[in-house]
């Protein structure tokens, strides 16, 4: 399933388990393609209209729902260099 801002909380955290560290600046997950979108800082505009995006591979990446009806976190495990 893809997740984004529409089917997610408001500031739903996104964690890498093996590094303990949050990533930030989240665009999209894609929970069965086990890849995150994310804006690397600082920002780049790529054609004066688009900024530019990159992407992580994982081997599992699970929404944590919370008690709620949508994800307000993320966990992700065994980063695919």
């Known amino acids: ?14 964690y890498d388990v093996d590094t303990m ?3 930030k600046q989240v665009v999209h997950i894609d929970t069965d393609g086990g890849y995150i979108e ?8 790529v054609g004066n209209q688009f900024v530019r ?20 976190m993320f966990h992700c495990y065994g980063k695919i260099e």
């Open 1 to 14: 399933m893809i997740y984004n801002t529409d089917n997610c909380a408001p500031r739903t955290l996104v």
């Open 21 to 23: 560290q949050e990533i």
């Open 38 to 45: 994310y804006y690397p800082m600082p920002l780049e505009v």
């Open 53 to 72: 995006t990159e992407s992580i591979r994982y081997r599992a990446i699970h929404p944590i729902f919370g008690g709620s009806h949508v994800p307000v």
